[in-house]
Structure formats: C-alpha cells, structure tokens
C-alpha cells in the first residue's frame, strides 16, 4: 500500500520551518507534497477565495493551498501561535486553519495541531509529537522522527547564517553575482515569505544582484546579535517575525559595512504597517544611511519595481563617490 500524502503550501512559514516538517512526516512514512512555486494563477486563486481585509501573503497561501485540494489526503495548516518563549505570531495565523475551513469545501483531513509555546509552554518539539500520536504513529517511532527533523532544522538555520538564503537552499536558486564585481553590501528586511517568494517579491533579490549587490536578511544575521539589539530597545518587540525584522534593521544601521536598507513590506500588514514607520524614523534621525520602504501586493508592477531600486543603488553610489 502506498504511503500517505501530505500537502504542504509553499507559502508563509515554509521558508523558516520546512526542512523541519518535511523530514519529520517522511520519517513517519508519509508523502510530502508541496503546492508549485507561486504564479499568476495562484494568485488571482487566492485573491478569489479570500476576504479583501486579508494581507498578500495570506492570500497567496490561500491559492497554494487550493491548489493542494484533491490531490493529498492531509493538508498541514498548523495553528501557530507562539513558536519561542515571550513572542507571539501574526493573529492572522492563528485563525488561518478556521478561515480556510470556512472558505473551502471538500477539504481533505487538516492537520491543525497548535502551536502555542506562550500559554502552554509547548514548543515545536511538544506539538510535533502530538501529531505523531494523533496521526496513529507510535511513540518511540515518533520521537526518532522529531529527533532527526531537529538535527536537519538545525543545519538549515547554521547554513542560513552562512549567508545562504532560503530558495538556495530549498530551490537550488544559485547567486548570480560573478566574483569581484560585487559593488555594494544592501539589508533587505522583511518577512520571509515576502523576500524569498519570487513571485511576490519580483524577484528582488535577483533583481539586485544582477546589479551586482549584495543582500543581507534577517535569516543571516547571528539569532545572538538580533537578540542583543532588541534587548537594548526601550520596548521589547513581542511579534516573532518583527523581532528579526526590527534586530536586523538596527543592525544594518549600525553596520558600517553595509551601506543602505531596503524594507519589504506587504499592504495590509498591520505590524509592519507600525515597524516600517518605526524603522525608517530611526534611519531618517541621522540621514546617514539610505532607507527604501517598498509596499507590495496583487497590483504590484514589475517595472515600477526595477525602476526603483535602480534609483535607490544609483544614488547610494553617487553618494559613496561624492
């Protein structure tokens, strides 16, 4: 008999926790099945299915995930709601499983487990192991699966420190910039399923490179580092993702080595509507340090895009040489 299928969205939290996921339900004897890369077609499916309150992120996941209807048995839409101690997730994936199922029909068996480290002090590890035992799998089969799924996360966040980025390490994308032609070192923040989808992003991290820069993001700084300078704000950031997305920014600021900013925003976004404002008031204080705030969405153009990060390297330049 065949094993099992479970779909997986490429989308949201699959560029942090899919080394983790995938390894940890192969290892229990299922199939993973990812949606396709994110295109046009899965866009407008999402737009389609989703409420217009909802952010672009959201509803690209909306469109991966009906693409997943009718070809898997399960489809993996965890709860998440803390994944570390003091921090919270976006609200909206917390009531993403509820949304989804009130929004689609014929929807295979969803595995919804929740993930809720702030209130119950499970982790990715305690509620991983409650899937295992729902799923039917037995215990020690279970812990050697979650054992193993550790060991890969792991080494996927010490090659992400290295300077990889997700989709080099998930998609085989290969870094464009030949050697010694390389004129600037760029931060580009944000959250990583706006940086690293290359559909709704417009490739961007392409885009600078063929311009022969250098991208810094959140995933490459030291989690250390990131640590230190939020603990040094007068407020502590208590959204997981704009935690990293604050630490790495402060960081480029203070970074002499990396010479503007670039913030990746998606419209609707209530926290990065606040943390966008926030970090460029601290880039402007001074005036010493390029910031870019780019806001995408479904409407995005890919040639207003090119047009403006073309002007922003342009005028790092010039200031460099003046």
Same mark, same amino acid.
């Given at each position: 008999?065949? $094993? ?6 490429? #989308? ?5 926790? =899919? ?5 940890? =339900? ?30 672009? $992120?959201?509803? /690209? ?16 839409? $965890? ?25 689609? /029909? ?33 215990? #020690? ?36 910039? $030949? ?15 706006? +940086? ?97 705030? /780019? ?20 005028? +790092? #330049?010039?200031?460099?040489? +003046?």
């Amino acid at each position: 008999m065949s $094993p099992k299928t479970i779909g997986i969205p490429r #989308a949201l939290f699959y560029y942090y926790l =899919f080394p983790l996921w995938n390894c940890f =339900f192969t290892e229990l004897g299922f199939k993973v099945k990812l949606s396709r890369k994110t295109d046009k077609t899965l866009v407008d499916l999402g737009v389609q299915k989703a409420v217009d309150e909802l952010c672009y $992120p959201v509803k /690209i996941y909306y469109g991966h995930l009906a693409s997943l209807v009718g070809e898997v048995d399960y489809i993996f839409l $965890p709860r998440l709601i803390s994944i570390e101690k003091g921090n919270y997730i976006c609200p909206k994936f917390m009531g993403l499983p509820d949304m989804i199922k009130a929004n689609f /029909i014929n929807l295979p068996e969803i595995i919804d487990e929740k993930f809720d480290f702030k209130s119950t002090g499970r982790g990715l590890t305690d509620s991983l192991k409650s899937i295992g035992q729902k799923l039917g799998i037995e215990a #020690a089969k279970t812990k050697r699966a979650l054992k193993k799924a550790q060991v890969i996360q792991n080494k996927y966040e010490e090659e992400l420190q290295k300077g990889f980025t997700p989709v080099e390490l998930l998609e085989g994308y290969k870094k464009n910039i $030949p050697a010694g032609k390389e004129i600037m070192t760029i931060g580009l923040v944000g959250h990583g399923y706006n +940086i690293y989808d290359s559909y709704a992003s417009q490739n961007i991290i392409k885009k600078l490179e063929d311009m022969y820069v250098r991208v810094v993001t959140p995933e490459m700084v030291d989690k250390k580092i990131l640590e230190a300078v939020n603990k040094s704000q007068p407020k502590q950031m208590y959204w997981s993702l704009g935690k990293k997305s604050l630490g790495c920014s402060l960081y480029v600021k203070e970074n002499k080595q990396i010479t503007g900013l670039i913030y990746l925003s998606s419209f609707g976004c209530g926290p990065d509507s606040m943390l966008a404002e926030l970090v460029e008031k601290r880039f402007r204080r001074n005036g010493q340090k390029p910031f870019l705030n /780019i806001v995408i969405d479904e409407h995005t153009g890919e040639a207003g895009l090119q047009t403006r990060l073309e002007a922003f390297i342009d005028m +790092i #330049a010039r200031r460099e040489v +003046i």
